[in-house]
Nanobody, 120 residues
Framework: VTLVESGGGLVQSGGSLNLSCVAPESTFGSYVVSWFRQAAGKEREWMAIISVIGSTVRYSDSVRGRFTASRDNTKNTAYLRMTNLKPEDTAKYFC??????????????WGQGTPVTVSS
């Protein structure tokens, strides 16, 4: 499964961005999808996990209430809606597909990432 993220960019503090994660393969619908981010010099951080059919979504404490993750298996696409962005949200954002886990090392399928920069 090859994933392609898009939608990153530069935004002011308090602004919003919408990220997308597209998989060309129909097998996308067989896996959970997680969103991770990695800031410069830091470890990859898990943010959200979406169940296979999208009925259940869990978030990390750092993004709960500000970010909304979802998926549309008919389009082989996952989404991350980010609102009230803060400078500390600046990072490269990744989607990953695999089995139920919040650990980056448990995911085999990754995108190349899309950068998000939040200015103060």
């Amino acid at each position: 499964v090859t994933l392609v993220e898009s939608g990153g960019g530069l935004v002011q503090s308090g602004g919003s961005l919408n990220l997308s994660c597209v998989a060309p393969e129909s097998t996308f619908g067989s896996y959970v999808v997680s969103w991770f981010r990695q800031a410069a010099g830091k470890e990859r951080e898990w943010m959200a996990i979406i169940s296979v059919i999208g009925s259940t979504v869990r978030y990390s404490d750092s993004v709960r209430g500000r970010f909304t993750a979802s998926r549309d298996n008919t389009k082989n696409t996952a989404y991350l809606r980010m609102t009230n962005l803060k400078p500390e949200d600046t990072a490269k954002y990744f989607c990953a597909a695999g089995f139920e886990s919040t650990r980056a090392e448990d995911y085999f399928f990754w995108g190349q990432g899309t950068p998000v920069t939040v200015s103060s």
